[in-house]
C-alpha cells in the first residue's frame, strides 16, 4: 500500500463534458502507506444554471456555487493533489474524462498518471456483492455514506473503498495475485501496475498459505467442509416414547419465543410423516413455520435413517434456511444433523473446464473480468454456485463455458476430488435433510440423471407456487434470443467459432475424407439452419400480428396458437417449423459423425481441443432438445396443453418467445409425484379461500381422502394492529378511462403520503398503470421530498429497491408481480399499503383463457372455480406484506371498490384476519388516519 493514491469525486452539470457540461463539486481524498493523508474540496462555478434534476439529485443548487471559484482557480491545486499518484474514482473514467476536458480548457496538460477503477476492482475482489453501486458496497462494508451524491461524502467513502480493497488484493495468496497479473492487461484501468507491485513484494518472503485455502493445479481453492460443525457433536440417543418427544419439542424452544401454533404444527407434520399421508397446512404470518416443519422432519430423518427433502420456490428461502433456520435448529437440539443445499448440476462450476479455458487468450472484457472474479471467489466459496456470484451478461456467457455438466473429451480425473458438484451430491447421500428448489424436485422426477437420491418424505415450502412452477416444467419454450445464441456460438467457419474449431482438427488429423461431407458443405449447412431459424420466427411473427387481440402496453403482444389448416399463416408456421427440424437433424448428424471420428483420435488432442469439443458435443444436445421443443409445439401440439405467442411489436422477431404448458397440471402431478411419495407436506401462508382449501387440493390433484388439511391462524392481533380502508370516492375501476383512474386514485396517494409521511407500499396489478401512476406523482410536484422507488423504473433487483426504500425516512415504493409476495418490511419501514386493483389475472392472457374453456366444457363455473380463487390467493399474498412481527401497526387503503361493491367482495374479506373495515371519502380518511397514527 506504499503508491500514493488520489481518490476524486466530480459532480457535474450532466454527463457530456465534449457539450459544455461542468464540474459543480470537486473533492479529492489522499491515501499515502496505506492512511488518509489529505481531504480538498471545493464547489466550483460551472458559468451555467444547475439542471433540475442535477439539483434533486445531489442536493447542490445555482447559489451554493454563485460565490464558487471557477475551476482554473483550483486547477494548481488539483495538479498538484494528483502528482506522482494513482487517479481513482468510482468509474473512473467519467471522472477522469470531466477532469481532462476542464484542465485542457484552462491551459494545463491533462492527467496522464496510471489509474484505479473501484467499480471494476469491486467486481474483482468482491465477486459476491449484491451491488457494485458506491451506497450498496458501503453498506456491505459497514462504512457511513452520509450524503451520496455530494463529492465530498462520495470520494472519502470510496477512499475507505480503496483501502478495504487494497487490503483483500494482498491478502489473496501469490498463485491467485500471479493468474490475475496475466489477465489485468485487458482491464480499463492500470490494476495490472498495482498487481505487479504486489507480486513483488510477496516474492520477497516466504508466504504461509492459511490453513483453510489449498493449491491444486495452480488455482488455489478454498478447502471442502468434509465434516461439517454438526457431524463433529457427539451422538445422542433419540428420544423414543410420545412423552419423551414432547418433552424434547419444549426444551428445543425453551430459549425461543412460545408460539402454540408452532407446536401444533410441528405435531401435524410429525403426524403425517409417521401415518405416510400427504397433508396441506396454512400457516399464518408469524406461526414460524420453518423450525415447525424442519424440528419434526429433523427428528423423523434421525429415527428412520431416511432424508428429508425441503423444496421451496425462492433461492431467498433456501438461503434462509440454511444460514437462519438450520443454524437455530442445531442448537436447539440435543442430536447431530446434517443439511445441505442442492441444485441442479449447471449451478455449478466445472473446474476442470476453467483450468483450461484459463488458457485461452482471445477473451473480451466481460470474459476477463468474469476469470478475474472467479480465481477470487474460488478462494472464498465452499459450494460453487454461481448463484453466490454477481455476473454481467456478458459473465454469464462465459459461465455456460466453465458451467458442470457431462463431459466426453475432458475426463480430467484430477480435479474430481475437488468437484462441486459431485462434493454437493456425496452431502446429499450422507444428509438427513436437503434444501431444493421446485423446479429441481420436478426435473428429478422425469430425467435418466437423477440428482437427488431415493427420497419418499418432502416438505413443499411456499406450496402456492408448485402448481404454476409444475406449468412451466411440464411445458416448453421456444424463444428467439437463446436460439439465436445457440447457432451463433456454433457459427459458420469464417465466425472462427466452435464449428470452425472442429474442421481445423479434422485438417490437421488429415482425417479420411471420404467418409465424411467436405467443410464448404458443413458451412453450407450451418448458413441454411441460421437461415430457416430466422424464417421460422418470422412467420411466428407474422402469425401473431395478424391474430393479435391482447396488448400487454408497451408494444407487447400475447396471442394463442391454435391448430387450424384452414389458415393460412397456421400453416406457414407448420411448414417452416417441419423445414426447421429437418435442417436440425441434418446438422446433428452431420457434427455427430465428425465428433465420433475425433474421439478416435483424441489423445492426440490438446486440451483446449479437447475443451472446445466439449463445447460443441453440449451446444449440439441443446441443438436436439431444440428441435423435440420445436416438434412438440407445432408439429405434435397435445390437446391437454394450450401455446401462445409473446412479442414485441417494434422487433421483427427478437423478442419472440413460444409458451408451451399443460392447462392443468393435476394429472401429471398425481401421477408423476403424488402417488410415488409416501408423506409430500404441502405449506404456505396462502393456501385456502374463504376457509376452504377445496381450490388449491383440486390444482394439485389431491384429494381430502389421500391429504389432510389444517389452518393455523397467525399469532398477531390482527384487530389491533390493522386498520383496512376503502375509499368511498374513487370510480369503479373498470367503468372509467384508464387515465381518469389514475388521476384519482394518484391525488388519494398523494393525500395519504402527506399524512403518513410515506413508508408506503403501493401494489398494482398493471406496469402500465404503474407507470402512468409514478409520472403523474412526479408531475403534481408535491411529493418531491419523497423518495418515489418505482419497479422496473427505479434501477434494481427487488431486494435492491426494496433496500433503498428502507433508507430514506420519506419513502413511496410501487411494485407490480413479484412485489405481492417475498417482500419482508418489518417494523415502522412500512406503515401502509395500498392494493390499487383486486389481483384478477386478465381474461385474456392465454393460459387464463384456455383454463377458462376447459372448466366451461367440464360444467364448472370459470370465475368461481378458478379466477376468483386465485384472485384470492395472491390478493392474501399482497394482505401479508404490512404485518411481519407482533409489534407491527399499519394501515390497507384498497382502491378497487368491487371489495363492496360486488357480492364475490365478501370472499376477500372473508379470506383475511378479521380486521376493522372503513368505507368513507378522502376527506373523512384523512383525519381518521391522524387518529390512527
Not at 214 to 240: F, R
Not at 607 to 618: G, P, Q, V
Request: hydrophobic share 40%; aromatic share 10%.
Amino acid at each position: 500500500m506504499g503508491n500514493k493514491y488520489v481518490v476524486i469525486d466530480l459532480e457535474t452539470t450532466g454527463n457530456a463534458p465534449k457539450k459544455g457540461d461542468k464540474i459543480i463539486q470537486f473533492a479529492a481524498v489522499v491515501i499515502e502507506n496505506g492512511k488518509i493523508t489529505e481531504e480538498y474540496s471545493s464547489f466550483v462555478n460551472p458559468g451555467k444554471a444547475i439542471p433540475p434534476f442535477i439539483e434533486e439529485l445531489t442536493g447542490l443548487n445555482d447559489q451554493m456555487v454563485e460565490n464558487a471559484p471557477d475551476f482554473s482557480e483550483i486547477a494548481p491545486k488539483v495538479l498538484t493533489l494528483l502528482e506522482g499518484a494513482y487517479f481513482v474514482a468510482h468509474n473512473v473514467l467519467f471522472d477522469l474524462s470531466f477532469l481532462q476536458e476542464e484542465l485542457i480548457e484552462t491551459g494545463y496538460n491533462g492527467f496522464y498518471g496510471p489509474i484505479l477503477d473501484t467499480v471494476e476492482m469491486s467486481r474483482v475482489l468482491m465477486p459476491t456483492a449484491d451491488s457494485f453501486q458506491l451506497s450498496e458496497l458501503a453498506i456491505r462494508e459497514g462504512l457511513n455514506h452520509e450524503r451520496p451524491h455530494q463529492a465530498d461524502s462520495d470520494a472519502y467513502v470510496t477512499a475507505e473503498l480503496l483501502l478495504r480493497l487494497l487490503e483483500r488484493l494482498e491478502q489473496l495468496p501469490l498463485n491467485t495475485v500471479k493468474q490475475l497479473h496475466k489477465l489485468s492487461s485487458g482491464l480499463k484501468s492500470d490494476l495490472d501496475l498495482l498487481i505487479d507491485n504486489i507480486i513483488v513484494k510477496k516474492e520477497s518472503s516466504i508466504e504461509t498459505i492459511p490453513d483453510i485455502l489449498e493449491i491444486h493445479h495452480g488455482i488455489a481453492l478454498k478447502k471442502g467442509m468434509d465434516q461439517t460443525e454438526n457431524s463433529k457433536m457427539q451422538q445422542i440417543n433419540y428420544p423414543v416414547g410420545n412423552e419423551e418427544k414432547e418433552e424434547l419439542f419444549r426444551k428445543a424452544f425453551s430459549a425461543f419465543e412460545t408460539r402454540l401454533g408452532q407446536f401444533d404444527m410441528m405435531d401435524s407434520v410429525y403426524d403425517a410423516f409417521n401415518q405416510e399421508r400427504h397433508a396441506m397446512i396454512e400457516a399464518g404470518t408469524g406461526v414460524g413455520k420453518s423450525l415447525a416443519y424442519l424440528i419434526p422432519s429433523a427428528i423423523y430423518a434421525k429415527e428412520n435413517n431416511r432424508t428429508i427433502i425441503i423444496s421451496t420456490y425462492t433461492t431467498q428461502l433456501q438461503e434462509q434456511l440454511l444460514s437462519n433456520d438450520i443454524p437455530r435448529l442445531a442448537k436447539m437440539l440435543s442430536f447431530p444433523i446434517k443439511a445441505v443445499l442442492l441444485k441442479g448440476r449447471s449451478h455449478y462450476i466445472s473446474l476442470a473446464k476453467f483450468e483450461q479455458t484459463l488458457k485461452d487468450q482471445d477473451d473480451n472484457y466481460d470474459t476477463i473480468l468474469t476469470k478475474m472474479q472467479i480465481l477470487v471467489w474460488l478462494t472464498e466459496t465452499i459450494y460453487g454456485d454461481i448463484d453466490e456470484l454477481n455476473l454481467s451478461s456478458g459473465g454469464m456467457l462465459y459461465w455456460n463455458k466453465i458451467k458442470n455438466d457431462e463431459t466426453v473429451f475432458l475426463k480430467n480425473k484430477s480435479w474430481l476430488s475437488r468437484d462441486f458438484y459431485m462434493r454437493a451430491r456425496k452431502e446429499a447421500l450422507q444428509s438427513d435433510i436437503i434444501i431444493t428448489n421446485h423446479s429441481l424436485l420436478l426435473t428429478d422426477l422425469v430425467t435418466d440423471h437423477k440428482i437427488l437420491p431415493e427420497y419418499t418424505h418432502v416438505v413443499i415450502d411456499e406450496g402456492h407456487h408448485f402448481m404454476k412452477v409444475s406449468g412451466k416444467h411440464f411445458g416448453f419454450t421456444f424463444d428467439y434470443l437463446s436460439t439465436r445464441l445457440l447457432l451463433s456460438q456454433i457459427g459458420l467457419i469464417e465466425q472462427k467459432q466452435l464449428l470452425h474449431k472442429l474442421e481445423q482438427i479434422l485438417e490437421k488429423e488429415w482425417i479420411n475424407k471420404h467418409e465424411l461431407l467436405h467443410s464448404f458443405e458443413v458451412n453450407q449447412m450451418m448458413a441454411e439452419l441460421s437461415l430457416e431459424a430466422d424464417e421460422l420466427f418470422k412467420v411466428i411473427s407474422y402469425y401473431a400480428k395478424k391474430r393479435k387481440k391482447a396488448s400487454k402496453g408497451y408494444n407487447r403482444i400475447s396471442c394463442r396458437l391454435t391448430v387450424d389448416d384452414a389458415n393460412m399463416e397456421w400453416r406457414a408456421v407448420e411448414i417452416s417449423a417441419e423445414r426447421f427440424i429437418f435442417f436440425v437433424k441434418d446438422f446433428v448428424e452431420m457434427v455427430h459423425a465428425r465428433l465420433d471420428f475425433i474421439k478416435t483420435v483424441q489423445e492426440s488432442l490438446s486440451a483446449r481441443e479437447k475443451s472446445s469439443m466439449e463445447e460443441l458435443t453440449s451446444l449440439v444436445e441443446e441443438l436436439k432438445d431444440l428441435s423435440f421443443v420445436v416438434k412438440n409445439i407445432f408439429l405434435h401440439p397435445s390437446e391437454q396443453f394450450v401455446s401462445w405467442i409473446e412479442m414485441d411489436e417494434r422487433a421483427m422477431q427478437n423478442a419472440t418467445t413460444v409458451y408451451a404448458q399443460p392447462v392443468t397440471v393435476e394429472n401429471y402431478l398425481k401421477e408423476q409425484f403424488f402417488e410415488k411419495k409416501k408423506c409430500a407436506i404441502i405449506t404456505s401462508a396462502t393456501l385456502s379461500v374463504k376457509n376452504s382449501f377445496n381450490y388449491m387440493l383440486t390444482e394439485l390433484g389431491l384429494t381430502a381422502s389421500d391429504c389432510s388439511v389444517q389452518q393455523i391462524q397467525s399469532p398477531f392481533n390482527y384487530k389491533e394492529q390493522v386498520k383496512l380502508i376503502i375509499p368511498d370516492d374513487l370510480p369503479e375501476v373498470n367503468a372509467v378511462p384508464l387515465e381518469e383512474y389514475v388521476a384519482s386514485i394518484t391525488e388519494h396517494i398523494i393525500s395519504i403520503a402527506e399524512v403518513t409521511k410515506g413508508r408506503m407500499l403501493i401494489l398494482f396489478t398493471s406496469h402500465e398503470m404503474l407507470r402512468k401512476t409514478y409520472e403523474l406523482i412526479k408531475e403534481s410536484g408535491f411529493l418531491n421530498d419523497y423518495a418515489i422507488i418505482a419497479q422496473g423504473i427505479s434501477s434494481g433487483s427487488r431486494s435492491r429497491l426494496t433496500r433503498n426504500f428502507q433508507k430514506f425516512d420519506k419513502a413511496i415504493l410501487l411494485g407490480t408481480s413479484s412485489f405481492w409476495e417475498g417482500v419482508d418490511i418489518p417494523g415502522e419501514d412500512l406503515t401502509c399499503l395500498i392494493i390499487v386493483r383486486l389481483p384478477f389475472s386478465p381474461p385474456d392472457e392465454p393460459l387464463t383463457d384456455a383454463k377458462c374453456d376447459q372448466i366451461k366444457q367440464s360444467g364448472g363455473n370459470p370465475f368461481s372455480d378458478y379466477s376468483l380463487p386465485e384472485a384470492i390467493i395472491r390478493f392474501k399474498q399482497g394482505f401479508g406484506r404490512l404485518i411481519r412481527t407482533k409489534n407491527d401497526r399499519g394501515l390497507i387503503f384498497i382502491f378497487d371498490r368491487r371489495l363492496v361493491t360486488t357480492k364475490y367482495g365478501k370472499a376477500f374479506l372473508q379470506s383475511i384476519p378479521e380486521v376493522p373495515v372503513e368505507k368513507s371519502g378522502i376527506n373523512e380518511i384523512i383525519p381518521l388516519i391522524k387518529e390512527w397514527i
